[in-house]
């Protein structure tokens, strides 16, 4: 059963402007939410995290948006690079736990 | 100075061997773990050590048997290989403390034919 769910497999930008990722999530009790970067071959990335304090943090480029009534958080990367290219992976977790929960990742492709 | 290292990269076997996959830390980390990518892009914890001590054991067969000798490993032994037993097997590492970012390994590629 998938708690975590990322509905677009992929998204193409052109750089400059602006990409938006999205994930929803089913579980209530999950209070910490982190984005990853994955290049082909590699490991995932950590890129930005957000507790379920807030609704909004922010990093350079990228900023995460969380909406707990809706269960839903965004990554928005402005402007987007081609360097962006990657897979991201919305992940939520519990206090209480130790495992990421994943989504299936959404593979951005900026381009020039 | 790699973070958190996996060997071996790539692995292709036949069905009924068996063959384990190491890994290890020196961030300095007390808590490790074992991610399963399959063939759908799918991330799913396996395992996760904190301290040496074995924290989450998600519904993976007896076939797999983590050990970790010191917090800094975590290796993964696997039994009487099977076909769905191939995916790009992760390790992960992160201080309790730092809530939950976990720092990846480049991942294992387990080919069973």
């Known amino acids: 059963d998938q708690q975590v769910k990322q509905n677009s497999p992929s998204l193409s930008v052109q750089e400059g402007r602006i990409s938006i990722l999205n994930c929803d999530y089913t579980?209530?009790?999950?209070?910490?939410f982190l984005w990853y970067k994955k290049y082909p071959a590699e490991g995932p990335t950590f890129l930005i995290s957000?507790?379920?304090?807030?609704d909004k943090n922010e990093d350079g480029r990228f900023t995460v948006f969380l909406n707990k009534s809706a269960k839903h958080l965004s990554l928005h990367i402005v402007p987007s690079q081609p360097g962006d290219s990657a897979v991201y992976f919305c992940?939520?977790?519990?206090?209480?736990?130790?495992?990421?929960?994943f989504g299936k990742g959404t593979s951005l492709l900026v381009t020039p | 100075d790699t973070a958190v290292s996996q060997t071996p990269k790539y692995l292709v076997t036949q069905m009924g061997n068996d063959k384990s996959i190491k890994c290890e830390q020196n961030?300095?980390?007390?808590?490790m773990y074992w991610y399963k990518q399959d063939s759908k892009k799918f991330l799913k914890i396996m395992f996760s050590?904190?301290?040496?001590?074995?924290?989450i054991n998600e519904t993976v067969p007896n076939r797999f048997s983590p050990k970790s000798p010191d917090k800094a490993h975590l290796n993964l032994h696997i039994n009487s290989l099977e076909l769905g037993d191939s995916a790009v097997y992760f390790c992960?590492?992160?201080?309790?403390?730092?809530?939950?970012?976990?720092?990846f390994g480049p991942g294992t590629r387990l080919t069973v034919l």
């Open positions: 050590y904190n301290n040496k001590e074995l924290i």
């Open positions: 579980n209530s009790m999950f209070d910490y």
């Open positions: 992960a590492s992160s201080q309790r403390e730092a809530y939950n970012e976990q720092f």
């Open positions: 957000i507790s379920s304090i807030k």
């Open positions: 992940a939520a977790s519990a206090y209480s736990g130790y495992a990421l929960n």
């Open positions: 961030l300095g980390h007390d808590t």
